[in-house]
């Protein structure tokens, strides 16, 4: 009985779909690949995501490490109920609200400040951690003998 409702389930999914935004759900094998292909499809005015190659893609996926999952507590105080949070993705969440650089990319050399006082992108910094800081958060990654770890070191 459940594979016959899971069947109709999907069944009536895909004529949803297909509906709503001319899509086979078919032709996409997650729900994130459906979800980028309505957005494409849908409501993206114009229809052009730039494909990058080369070292710009390069030095942009170095800057994509994946999340970071780190939780400390040196001890459980006696008495203290602790909560744990299991939370699977935020991106969509994040995606939202907030603004993702897009578009052709520009290569600038130099103090992009001066000409664009609020630039918004992908930038090569340099950063100082403060002596006191104790759960670092901007992660790289980091070649060792058992392969690329990603890490989120103190230093500069």
Same mark, same amino acid.
Do not use: W
């Given at each position: ?11 009536? =999914?895909? +004529?949803?779909? =297909?509906?709503?935004? &001319? ?10 690949? /459906?979800?980028?292909?309505? =957005? ?5 005015? &114009?229809?052009?995501?730039? +494909?990058?190659? %080369? +070292? ?6 170095? %800057?994509?490490?994946? %999340? ?13 109920? /602790? ?6 993705? /935020? ?16 290569? =600038? ?23 006191? /800081? ?20 103190? %230093?500069?």
């Amino acid at each position: 009985m459940d594979c016959i409702s899971l069947y109709q389930v999907i069944i009536k =999914f895909n +004529q949803l779909i =297909f509906e709503l935004f &001319n899509i086979n759900i078919h032709k996409y094998p997650t729900l994130s690949s /459906l979800a980028f292909a309505i =957005f494409r499809t849908v409501f993206l005015e &114009n229809n052009t995501i730039p +494909q990058l190659s %080369g +070292q710009v893609a390069k030095d942009i996926r170095q %800057g994509y490490t994946g %999340g970071a999952v780190d939780m400390h507590l040196p001890e459980n105080p006696e008495g203290v109920q /602790l909560y744990a949070y299991d939370v699977n993705s /935020l991106y969509p969440s994040i995606m939202l609200d907030k603004d993702m650089p897009v578009g052709k990319p520009v290569l =600038f050399e130099g103090n992009i400040r001066v000409i664009e006082p609020n630039a918004f992108g992908f930038f090569y910094c340099e950063i100082i951690a403060p002596d006191n /800081l104790k759960h670092p958060i901007l992660q790289t990654h980091v070649m060792t003998n058992n392969g690329i770890r990603t890490m989120a070191p103190i %230093g500069i």
